[in-house]
């Protein structure tokens, strides 16, 4: 049960490359691998707080007023997380700032409250938390890698703004000059989720076979029937 | 409609517990943070160390023979500019520094916070862009003549007001503490 809860949330039901959700700061942050990482930590943080308190809480949120419950909720964890950020990471905090203030209106946490968090004891809700937050990290953190590396050639660049002085020494010089200056910006980010969205995809498909082949020739055929029906 | 309000009651007090202790915890940090920011781009403004001790009235700080630093807000166009301004006022012949010809009006401005989406404003931030320093030292007219920013928070028009704000604060701040060398 829980494991299901935890690879459904991470790589079936990935909130990126599965249900498009976050999309916004994932584009914008994902420039480079400490970026990336810190947004995937504070968001992380915020999914994990969210999630266990409305499922903690489940009993007495009012039906009537579960949304501005959810959101106050999600708000608080997030400006703990920019709280911390600020007090422990500054110089991370003022290059991301204004992308961790919105993770209070990040789809992917409200509606995991929504649809998980507010239905399910807290063992579970944990559980998925973990999962979907591990699913957004890997996708910023794969796409912070591909454009760290084709923008500026590099992979850890920054590292100790996030964990201090030890991350000096991280980075790595793959290319002397970036091979795609454009990865950094944001047209290049369009780009390069676009691509690993359906790199993502193809491999799915591949992996599940005929089954996955059957399930999209059902869909189509249900909606030509659909179609054909509308239109007869 | 009991029941619901003291749930929302409830959760908003947890809310804002959870809220007071954190900033009780992290407040010290901040603040360190923020002024450690603040003095570094003080020493680079003013091209000088600057003193352990430095004593802020109405956010202003500093002389009429030094220059005065100034903390300032602006509204943008979708949210507040905070500044950080080093501002030399006019002197006469008499008061200006020994050795020194700090005569002419003089404005350089840094922004230290804003909301400006990251990829488009980035050139007001000047540890990114040089935009901001290769403005340095001119005067509130010169700033005036800005016409070449667009954002969706930072805007020229609220840098026109920065700059002219800053000059009133400033000539509210000498009548009440004159220029004495």
Known sequence: MSNNDFSRGAIENNPAWAQLLGLCPLLAVSNSIANALGLALASGFVLLGANTSISLLRKIIPDVARLPCFVLIIATFTTVAVMVLEAYAFDLYTRIALFIQIIVTNCMILGRAEAFASRQPVGRAIVDALGTATGFAIALLALGAVRELLGNGTLFNDMELLVGSLGADWQLTIFTSAPLPLAVYPPGAFLLAGLLFAAVKALTATQSGPTAKKEVEKETGTANDAVRRANP | ?181
């Open chain 2, 1 to 181: 409609m009991f029941k619901t309000l003291t749930a929302l009651t409830l959760i908003g007090a947890a809310c804002g517990l959870l809220l007071f202790a954190m900033n009780g915890i992290t407040r010290g940090d901040i603040e360190k943070n923020r002024t450690q920011k603040a003095r570094a781009i003080m020493a680079k403004l003013l091209k000088q160390p600057l003193p352990d001790k430095i004593f802020w009235v109405d956010d202003i700080s500093g002389s009429c023979q030094l220059g005065y630093f100034i903390k300032h807000a602006e509204n943008g166009y979708s949210g507040p500019i905070n500044f950080f301004a080093l501002y030399h006022p006019n002197l006469p012949d008499d008061e200006a520094p020994r050795g020194k010809t700090t005569r002419q009006e003089q404005l350089s401005l840094r922004v230290t916070r804003h909301q400006e989406t990251p990829g488009i404003g980035d050139f007001i931030d000047h540890k990114r862009n040089s935009y901001l320093p290769d403005l340095d030292q001119q005067s509130i007219a010169q700033w005036q003549n800005l016409d070449n920013i667009t954002g969706a928070t930072i805007t020229q028009r609220a840098i026109k007001k920065a700059a002219l704000n800053i000059q009133t604060r400033i000539r509210y701040h000498t009548e009440k503490y004159p220029c004495v060398e």
